[in-house]
């Protein structure tokens, strides 16, 4: 059975820093990850997806893949005050990107 | 906003009863699955419905079950309500082509409370 670990935070940044969010996640045969962000009281959106080793940059937005230590990073430059939200990690159960387990998400507060 | 619909948006029933809950999935999304959200923690897959079939679920319950239609609603039917049962139900949808990986779409929720 798949697992994925978040530290619960909250993470606290200062506004136009960078803030750093770590995923582990048990299965060696996981080959694609989700990054989810969720504002308190509304539902999970996409925000970045990645499927190799590597980075993956969009906007202020990058995803990290380790495969072989089994951890997943998402970076975000410049952060802002709208970006305080719980950040999810997700691995499907296949390649299609189906049956999410997700970690328990990582509270970032942004501050002025 | 988010073209997958749920309802109702929160709903209070008592322990042993039961419950349907209604998603409404954006054209042309032909895979729906349903999690669970308890406070404070993420999303735990339910089940997944792919073209009308079940084809995927999670570590729930057979009181827990559902249906997906032709026209792109589904919903979770769950039965004998547990006071755990208490949680932020989430629709989420896409369009599975066997191949290309697309990430879901989610509903806005719906909050049920069992007393």
């Keep these: 059975q798949k697992e994925v670990e978040q530290n619960s935070g909250p993470l606290s940044v200062p506004e136009g820093a960078i803030a ?3 995923c582990t996640y048990s299965d060696r045969g996981s080959q694609s990850f989700f990054w989810y962000r969720q504002y308190s009281g509304k539902s999970p959106e996409l925000i970045m997806s ?8 969009d906007g202020r937005f990058t995803a990290q893949l380790n495969k072989a230590s089994q951890y997943v990073s998402l970076l975000i430059r410049d952060s802002q005050p709208s970006d305080s939200a719980t950040y999810l990690c997700a691995d499907p159960a296949n390649n299609a990107g189906n049956m999410l387990t997700f970690g ?4 970032l507060m942004v501050k002025p | 906003e988010t073209g997958v619909t749920q309802s109702p948006t929160h709903l209070i029933k008592t322990r042993g009863q039961q419950v349907t809950l209604r998603c409404s999935s ?19 897959f339910i089940f997944q419905y792919y073209r009308e079939e079940e084809n995927g679920r999670g570590n729930f319950p057979p009181r827990f079950s559902g249906l997906q239609f ?19 139900y989430l629709c989420a949808s896409k369009f599975d082509s066997g191949g290309a990986n697309y990430g879901y779409t989610f509903g806005s929720g719906t909050r049920l409370t069992v007393v």
């Design chain 2, 70 to 88: 032709p026209n792109y609603s589904s919903e979770l039917n769950v039965n004998a309500l547990e006071l755990d049962d208490s949680a932020l």
């Design chain 1, 20 to 22: 750093s969010l770590n």
């Design chain 2, 26 to 44: 954006q054209s042309g999304h032909n895979t729906v699955s349903w999690y669970q959200q308890a406070l404070g923690q993420g999303p735990q």
């Design chain 1, 104 to 107: 328990g998400g990582t509270r």
């Design chain 1, 50 to 57: 990645i499927y190799s080793n590597g980075d993956k940059e």
